[in-house]
């Protein structure tokens, strides 16, 4: 893009990491890596950069650095790299957890329920007394086999029991299973607390409410009422990536992809459980782009996450969410003002409509950006 057409950059932020470790398992697995598992952003943000935290009561602190491009020496790289607050583990809100699990047929693969299983009792030991948990199950239909469960001693046990006792096999009615899982999620309702359907699945929905955009209404309308959703996917062969990263994105949730247990650790004891409490929720970034000092510039990633600038100030345009210790990194490339343009496209020059010189600070000589 030229800054002299298109000052503005705006898109929402993103944590998932999913694509990451399923791209990761496809290398390792001898595949053939399809063009539309590959996303940029998700693969940036699957590592920890230690970013400095944020200073006294601040939800997250914002650091920019600019470098040579890796790539290409003669332009330019911009970092953008957000870091959330933190709070002590005694300090979180309650949390009021329904875990939907998919025990259909095709999740009987080593990679797939068993390791839900495993992954799953990870998290249970992290929960106490103040959490409530709870399993809902679909395959050819949908049934509760775990009630709402007080993380006490025993309740853990039960849990641990229940979790024991899961087996594949049937055809997948997820679309019935997530309503189940809603309707129990708003039954248990924390008020101030965390809420929150978690869906373990290999995404092969193909009974029931299999409409990807029937689903991502209903995690849309869910998430109004502060109920969150957070997709976990499993396996490989028909594993939807499409679907699950279209209805987390929507239902003010999170995708990740498991694919081992070590994967199983890092994204239920870390990521995960920040991902429970959220800190800013609806966070867009916007950058202004000089073009005294900006010839062109392209965000690296985030296709599916770019805003119209105007949806920057309008709050009625959904965005990503932030976790405690959430980081989000993104990237520009940028080409410096009187170097050689790639071609960006666009129009040919206006005939009848001039362009204003743009009015800027008399300090911002130096400046290359602005970043809201």
Known sequence: QRPEKNPLSTFS????????????????????IP???????????AFDYAYQKPSGNDAFAVR????????????????????????APGQRPASNLVFLIDVSGSMQDSRKL?????????????????????????????????????????????????????????????????????????????????????LATDGDFNVG?????????????RAAGHVYLSVLGFGTGNLNDSMLEAISKDGNGNHYYIDSIREGRKVLLQKLSGTLVTIAKDVKI?????????????LVGYANRVLKDEDFNNDKVDAGDIGVGHTVTAFYEIVPAGAAQPNAGGIDPLKYQKQPAAERPADSGEEWLTLK
């Open 35 to 45: 063009a539309d598992a590959v996303r940029i952003e998700e693969c940036v943000n």
């Open 286 to 298: 916007q950058i202004e782009f000089n073009p005294a000092k900006v010839g062109s510039y392209r």
């Open 209 to 221: 409410v299999t409409n990807q955009q029937q689903l991502v209404d209903l995690v849309k309308e």
């Open 13 to 32: 932020i993103d944590v998932d990491n999913a694509s990451y470790s399923n791209i990761r398992r496809m290398v390792r697995d001898g595949q053939s």
């Open 114 to 198: 068993p390791l839900v299983k495993e992954s799953l009792k990870l998290l249970l030991h992290q929960l106490d007394e103040r959490d409530s948990v709870s399993f809902v199950v679909y395959a050819g239909g949908q049934g509760v086999v775990l009630p709402p469960t007080k993380m006490t001693e025993s309740g853990r046990v039960a849990a641990l029991d229940a979790l024991g006792k899961l087996e594949a096999g049937g055809s997948t009615n997820g679309g019935a299973g997530i309503q189940r899982a809603y309707q129990m999620a708003r039954e248990g309702f924390i008020e101030g607390g965390v809420n929150r359907v978690i």
């Open 64 to 87: 920019t650095a600019l470098a040579t491009c890796p790539w290409n020496e003669r332009h330019l790289l911009v970092k953008v790299g957000i870091k959330g607050r933190e709070i």
